[in-house]
C-alpha cells in the first residue's frame, strides 16, 4: 500500500515505460472500429497545469495540498521527484498533500528527469527556496529537441550563475534580484520556472512575451493563494513583486483542455454525439471553431461542451500557436478527422520541431497524409483499416487510438505507456463512451489485429 493508503499504483498509472520510454512490459490498446461514442465525460485535472503545481508547492516550507490530480503516469513520476527532493507526498482520491518543510535536497536525479522532461520544472522553485540546484539537463524526445535556452537565460537575468556540464545544468545564486526577462518565445515552461523563481526575487520582475496559457493563469492563481504577489498571468507580460515569504495553500487543478479536445473528436469522428464537462469552454475557441468549420454542431454550456457531426466533415486547414492559438497538442488528434473529411486540408505545426512522427503510423491505417517540413497535407476522405501501430508519443498515441475508432476492423496501438502518461484510464473513458477497446498488459494481441 502506498503512504496513502491507497493500493500501489497499477504499472499503467506509474507509467512503468523504463528510463528511455521503452516499456519493462508490453502495453497495448486494441480498438475495434464501426462503434458511435456518445455520452459525458467529466474531465479529469490538467497534467500540464497540476505537475507545475506539485513543483510550485516547494516554494512555501509549509504543506499544500492539490486536488482534481489526476492519477496518470506522469504525475506519480513527479510524486518520486518531489520525494527524491526530500518532500513527503501521499495521494488519495485525487487529492495531493505535499508536505517540502523538511530539509530539501539541491540534486533532480537523472532517471526521473530523462523519464519525464517536464521535471525540469522544479529548477525555478529549487532556486528560489534553496538558493542552488542540479538538475540533469531534460534532452530531447519524439517532438523536438525541446531546448531549455530561455529558462536559463531567464534565470540568469534575475542573478542566478549557471553551469553547465557533464549533462547536469548547476545553478546558483546569492539572493535573486528583480529584472525585466523579455522572452524571444512565449515558452510555457520557461514562463512558469520564472514566474516561480521570481516570488524570491527582490524586487519586482517583468517576464516580458510571456505564455498565455490557461495553465499558466492556474499557476499564478495557486502561488498568489500562497502569498505571492503577481499581476497579469494570461497575458504576455507578467509582473511579480518578489520577496515575499510564501506559505502552505490549498488548490483545486483546472480541467484538462486537452483530454477535452481529444474525447470530442473522438465522438466527431465516429458520427457520435460526446459531451465534456467541467470545463471553462474560452480555453478552446480556436479549436471549436475549426470544429465548427468542419461542419461539426459544436454547443457551449456552463463548463460543458458537447460536439456532434451532422454530416460529412469538411476540410479546414490548421495552423499551431501558442495560446490562444490551435493548441499543438490537438494537432496529431486532429488530423485523424481531417483524414476523413471530404477534401484536402494543410496543417501547420509552428510549435515543435518534429510534431509529425505520428503520420506514417496514421498513413499505415489508410490515412492519406505526406508532410513537408512544419506542413502536413492531409487528403480525404479515406477510408481507415486497423492494423498494429506504434504510439511515438503521447498525443500521437492519443491519435492513433482515435483513428482505430473508426478504421474497420482491429487496430492494436502499441506503447500504449506513452498515453498512460497523459490521460487518466483513457480506455476506461473510451468504453464508456461505447468504444470497444481492450487494454492488453504484458503481451501484444495475437497475430496481426489489422483482420
Ligand atoms: C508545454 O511544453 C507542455 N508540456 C506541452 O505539452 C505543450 O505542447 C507545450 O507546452 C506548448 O503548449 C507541459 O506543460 C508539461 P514550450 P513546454 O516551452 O513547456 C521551444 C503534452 O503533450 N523552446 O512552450 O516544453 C521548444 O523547443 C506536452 O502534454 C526553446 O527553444 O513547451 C518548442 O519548440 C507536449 N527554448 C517551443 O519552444 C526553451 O528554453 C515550445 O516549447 C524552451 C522552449
Redesign the pocket.
Given at each position: 500500500m502506498t503512504s496513502a493508503g491507497r493500493p500501489r499504483p497499477t504499472a499503467h498509472e506509474t507509467g512503468d515505460a523504463g528510463v528511455n520510454g521503452v516499456g519493462t512490459e508490453r502495453r497495448s490498446l486494441l480498438v475495434r472500429g464501426g462503434r458511435r461514442l456518445v455520452g459525458e465525460v467529466i474531465l479529469a485535472g490538467a497534467?500540464?497545469s497540476a505537475?507545475k503545481l506539485m513543483a510550485a508547492s516547494l516554494l512555501a516550507d509549509e504543506p499544500s495540498t492539490i486536488r482534481r490530480v489526476p492519477r496518470i503516469a506522469d504525475v506519480f513520476t513527479m510524486i518520486e521527484m518531489l520525494r527524491a527532493l526530500g518532500a513527503e507526498v501521499t495521494f488519495d482520491d485525487g487529492e495531493l498533500r505535499i508536505d517540502p518543510s523538511g530539509q530539501l535536497n539541491d540534486c533532480a536525479p537523472y532517471e526521473l528527469v530523462r523519464r519525464m522532461r517536464?521535471s525540469i520544472i522544479v529548477m525555478g522553485p529549487m532556486v528560489a527556496r534553496l538558493g542552488r540546484a542540479t538538475i540533469a539537463m531534460p534532452g530531447g524526445c519524439n517532438?523536438?529537441?525541446?531546448?531549455?535556452?530561455?529558462?536559463i537565460r531567464g534565470l540568469q537575468k534575475l542573478g542566478a550563475a549557471i553551469e553547465i556540464e557533464h549533462g547536469f545544468i548547476k545553478v546558483t545564486c546569492d539572493g535573486l534580484r528583480g529584472a525585466v526577462v523579455p522572452l524571444d518565445?512565449p515558452?510555457?515552461?520557461?514562463t512558469e520556472n520564472l514566474l516561480m523563481a521570481a516570488t524570491a526575487a527582490r524586487g519586482t520582475t517583468v517576464i516580458e512575451n510571456a505564455?498565455r496559457?490557461p495553465?499558466i493563469v492556474d499557476l499564478a492563481k495557486f502561488l498568489m493563494s500562497m502569498g505571492a504577489h503577481i499581476e497579469g498571468a494570461g497575458s504576455s507580460s507578467i509582473a511579480i513583486e518578489g520577496g515575499h515569504a510564501l506559505h502552505g495553500a490549498i488548490h483545486e487543478v483546472i480541467a484538462d483542455r486537452?483530454e477535452a479536445g481529444t474525447y470530442l473528436l473522438a465522438g466527431v469522428v465516429t458520427g457520435g454525439d460526446v459531451s465534456v464537462s467541467g470545463l471553462n469552454p474560452p480555453c478552446l475557441e480556436l479549436f471549436l471553431n475549426k470544429l465548427r468549420a468542419m461542419g461539426v454542431q459544436v454547443d457551449e454550456g456552463d463548463r460543458t461542451i458537447r460536439a456532434r457531426a451532422l454530416g460529412p466533415l469538411q476540410p479546414v486547414d490548421v495552423s499551431t500557436l501558442?495560446h490562444p492559438g490551435f493548441?499543438?497538442?490537438l494537432q496529431a488528434q486532429f488530423m485523424v478527422a481531417l483524414s476523413l473529411a471530404e477534401g484536402t486540408s494543410i496543417v501547420t505545426e509552428n510549435?515543435?520541431?518534429n510534431r509529425f512522427a505520428v503520420v506514417d503510423e496514421l498513413n499505415r491505417l489508410g490515412a492519406g497524409i505526406t508532410t513537408s517540413g512544419h506542413h502536413a497535407v492531409v487528403s480525404g476522405p479515406r477510408q481507415l483499416t486497423g492494423s498494429v501501430v506504434e504510439a511515438p508519443d503521447?498525443?500521437g498515441g492519443a491519435a492513433l487510438a482515435i483513428a482505430g475508432l473508426v478504421a474497420e476492423g482491429a487496430t492494436e496501438v502499441r506503447g500504449l505507456h506513452h498515453i498512460d502518461r497523459?490521460y487518466e484510464v483513457f480506455d476506461v473513458r473510451l468504453a464508456a463512451l461505447g468504444a470497444d477497446v481492450e487494454r492488453i498488459e504484458g503481451r501484444y494481441a495475437a497475430g496481426s489485429a489489422g483482420r
Amino acid at each position: 500500500m502506498t503512504s496513502a493508503g491507497r493500493p500501489r499504483p497499477t504499472a499503467h498509472e506509474t507509467g512503468d515505460a523504463g528510463v528511455n520510454g521503452v516499456g519493462t512490459e508490453r502495453r497495448s490498446l486494441l480498438v475495434r472500429g464501426g462503434r458511435r461514442l456518445v455520452g459525458e465525460v467529466i474531465l479529469a485535472g490538467a497534467k500540464n497545469s497540476a505537475l507545475k503545481l506539485m513543483a510550485a508547492s516547494l516554494l512555501a516550507d509549509e504543506p499544500s495540498t492539490i486536488r482534481r490530480v489526476p492519477r496518470i503516469a506522469d504525475v506519480f513520476t513527479m510524486i518520486e521527484m518531489l520525494r527524491a527532493l526530500g518532500a513527503e507526498v501521499t495521494f488519495d482520491d485525487g487529492e495531493l498533500r505535499i508536505d517540502p518543510s523538511g530539509q530539501l535536497n539541491d540534486c533532480a536525479p537523472y532517471e526521473l528527469v530523462r523519464r519525464m522532461r517536464a521535471s525540469i520544472i522544479v529548477m525555478g522553485p529549487m532556486v528560489a527556496r534553496l538558493g542552488r540546484a542540479t538538475i540533469a539537463m531534460p534532452g530531447g524526445c519524439n517532438i523536438g529537441p525541446r531546448r531549455i535556452d530561455f529558462h536559463i537565460r531567464g534565470l540568469q537575468k534575475l542573478g542566478a550563475a549557471i553551469e553547465i556540464e557533464h549533462g547536469f545544468i548547476k545553478v546558483t545564486c546569492d539572493g535573486l534580484r528583480g529584472a525585466v526577462v523579455p522572452l524571444d518565445y512565449p515558452s510555457v515552461g520557461a514562463t512558469e520556472n520564472l514566474l516561480m523563481a521570481a516570488t524570491a526575487a527582490r524586487g519586482t520582475t517583468v517576464i516580458e512575451n510571456a505564455a498565455r496559457e490557461p495553465e499558466i493563469v492556474d499557476l499564478a492563481k495557486f502561488l498568489m493563494s500562497m502569498g505571492a504577489h503577481i499581476e497579469g498571468a494570461g497575458s504576455s507580460s507578467i509582473a511579480i513583486e518578489g520577496g515575499h515569504a510564501l506559505h502552505g495553500a490549498i488548490h483545486e487543478v483546472i480541467a484538462d483542455r486537452i483530454e477535452a479536445g481529444t474525447y470530442l473528436l473522438a465522438g466527431v469522428v465516429t458520427g457520435g454525439d460526446v459531451s465534456v464537462s467541467g470545463l471553462n469552454p474560452p480555453c478552446l475557441e480556436l479549436f471549436l471553431n475549426k470544429l465548427r468549420a468542419m461542419g461539426v454542431q459544436v454547443d457551449e454550456g456552463d463548463r460543458t461542451i458537447r460536439a456532434r457531426a451532422l454530416g460529412p466533415l469538411q476540410p479546414v486547414d490548421v495552423s499551431t500557436l501558442p495560446h490562444p492559438g490551435f493548441a499543438t497538442d490537438l494537432q496529431a488528434q486532429f488530423m485523424v478527422a481531417l483524414s476523413l473529411a471530404e477534401g484536402t486540408s494543410i496543417v501547420t505545426e509552428n510549435v515543435f520541431e518534429n510534431r509529425f512522427a505520428v503520420v506514417d503510423e496514421l498513413n499505415r491505417l489508410g490515412a492519406g497524409i505526406t508532410t513537408s517540413g512544419h506542413h502536413a497535407v492531409v487528403s480525404g476522405p479515406r477510408q481507415l483499416t486497423g492494423s498494429v501501430v506504434e504510439a511515438p508519443d503521447l498525443r500521437g498515441g492519443a491519435a492513433l487510438a482515435i483513428a482505430g475508432l473508426v478504421a474497420e476492423g482491429a487496430t492494436e496501438v502499441r506503447g500504449l505507456h506513452h498515453i498512460d502518461r497523459g490521460y487518466e484510464v483513457f480506455d476506461v473513458r473510451l468504453a464508456a463512451l461505447g468504444a470497444d477497446v481492450e487494454r492488453i498488459e504484458g503481451r501484444y494481441a495475437a497475430g496481426s489485429a489489422g483482420r
